[in-house]
């Protein structure tokens, strides 16, 4: 899978990167000009429990999935 980007609603930018079979979901929480500022909100074994890490912490549905 490598890395996805997540939109949520209420415009909130995540990603999820998988290895070895665990998926990890970051927080953007600044936009770099180099370097961006993520923060790890936590680690699954499923695509869609990191889904669900992302909706409980932007309290918003996911709008889209790059």
Same mark, same amino acid.
């Given at each position: 899978m490598g890395k996805?980007?997540?939109i949520? &609603?209420?415009? &909130?930018?995540?990603y999820i990167s998988e290895y070895s079979g665990k998926y990890s979901v970051?927080?953007?929480d600044d936009v770099g000009f180099l370097f961006d500022d993520k923060k790890n909100i936590g680690t699954t074994k499923t695509l869609d429990d990191a889904l669900s890490i992302i909706k409980a912490d932007s309290g918003s549905d996911i709008k889209s999935i790059n």
């Open positions: 996805r980007k997540v949520t &609603k209420n415009k &909130k930018i995540y970051y927080r953007l």
